[in-house]
């Protein structure tokens, strides 16, 4: 195959895959400037493009306050989580003691356990410990479940860390928390960066835990408003879409902003992971 075709293959695949990607996204777009009350099936373009339908939604959510919660929420959630993430994948990665490998293996329990199946005795345990209906029903399950991909993630890197880097810090006498934020942290922050727009990405996008544990409507956050324009017999099509679309700027602004650490980080988990 010559270099002319296979340049040609690469890039139809990757036209293919884009299309794949942004199909949805156009889908979207199409029907949320439909017209109000339309029913749309499928892609369909509309005859006329309604803007308005974009402040309605922002209107008849209330995604001022719903977006204030969910910021409210990721911003304890992501430093939180990516701190705890830090120092555990640390002791994983670089310190060698008993029970290391099983301590191990019960945090990847987090990542490999469906966790709507703990959805329901979550709800009862923080009843009764008085969290239901508080921003705190919403972050620590979502700390708790952030922290096993972080640890396995932050362990990779510390295991690809140079081992004579953390043996000469050794010999020149740092203490291990001197070795992980002189030594180690100036060099992972491609990964951390990666880690800590996942964690937003999930803590923005989190639909059940909203759901089921805030019933309080001052205090849902912006996927859960989504239900308010699903109706008992019908749905608001034009304004779910309209809504869907705001949400998703914040997540598409953070991207944008760290898209650069974001795919730095990715290509380096793929080589070292």
Do not use: C
């Amino acid at each position: 195959m010559t270099a002319r075709l296979e340049r040609a293959v690469i890039y139809v695949v990757l036209a293919l895959f884009s299309a794949v990607v942004l199909l949805p996204l156009v889908n979207i777009l199409t029907i949320a400037l439909q017209k109000p009350g339309s029913t749309v099936t499928g892609l369909s373009f509309p005859t006329e493009f309604h803007f308005e339908n974009f402040v309605r939604a922002w209107e008849v959510g209330g995604f001022a306050d719903l977006m204030s919660s969910s910021a409210l929420v990721a911003v304890v959630v992501v430093p939180v989580a990516t701190l705890l993430s830090i120092l555990s994948g640390y002791a994983f990665g670089t310190m060698r003691f008993r029970g290391s490998t099983a301590l191990f293996y019960l945090f990847l329990i987090g990542l490999v356990m469906p966790f709507e199946a703990t959805v329901v005795p979550l709800y009862y345990d923080l009843r009764s410990l008085g969290l239901t209906d508080t921003y705190w029903a919403l972050i620590l399950p979502e700390i708790a479940l952030s922290v096993s991909f972080g640890t396995f993630w932050m362990r990779a890197f510390f295991l690809s860390s140079p081992r004579s880097l953390l043996e000469a810090a050794r010999i020149d006498g740092a203490s291990s928390w001197t070795t992980l934020w002189r030594v180690l942290l100036p060099t992972a922050r491609p990964a951390i960066s990666t880690l800590a727009t996942l964690f937003f990405l999930w803590s923005w996008n989190e639909f059940l835990l909203a759901l089921v544990l805030i019933q309080d409507p001052a205090l849902r956050t912006a996927p859960a408003g989504l239900g308010l324009f699903v109706g008992e017999r019908t749905v608001d099509v034009a304004g779910l879409s309209a809504g869907a679309l705001l949400i998703t700027l914040p997540v598409i602004a953070v991207y944008l902003f760290t898209q650069r650490h974001f795919i730095r980080g990715m290509l380096e988990g793929s080589v070292k992971g």
